[in-house]
Nanobody, 116 residues
Framework: VQLQASGGGLVQAGESLRLSCAAS????????MAWYRQAPGKQRELVAS???????NYVDSVKGRFTISKDSAKSTVYLQMNSLKPEDTAVYYC???????????WGQGTQVTVSS
């Protein structure tokens, strides 16, 4: 499975971005989808995740600002990021866990830079 992430860029604090992650195969109900991020000098952290039929989960620092969603018809997962802060600056990675075949897939990362 290939994941193609896009939508990153340079924005000012308070602005919004929407990240997209297109999968090369259909997203099925057993898939776990997530967005991670990694800032310079820091470990990669889980930002948001979603499974079919389950409530999305968010790291505390983005709750109320970020929304993860998926469009199964387009095999795409989104991360809507509002009210961006400089501390949101990082490379964002999408992740797909195929829980049937025990496979873990990563996108190539997209840079998000928020200026103050």
């Amino acid at each position: 499975v290939q994941l193609q992430a896009s939508g990153g860029g340079l924005v000012q604090a308070g602005e919004s971005l929407r990240l997209s992650c297109a999968a090369s195969r259909s997203i099925v109900s057993s898939d776990y989808m997530a967005w991670y991020r990694q800032a310079p000098g820091k470990q990669r952290e889980l930002v948001a995740s979603v499974t079919s039929g389950g409530s999305p989960n968010y790291v505390d620092s983005v709750k109320g600002r970020f929304t993860i969603s998926k469009d199964s018809a387009k095999s795409t997962v989104y991360l809507q990021m509002n009210s961006l802060k400089p501390e949101d600056t990082a490379v964002y990675y999408c992740n797909l866990v195929d829980r049937v075949n025990f496979r873990n897939y990563w996108g190539q990362g997209t840079q998000v830079t928020v200026s103050s």
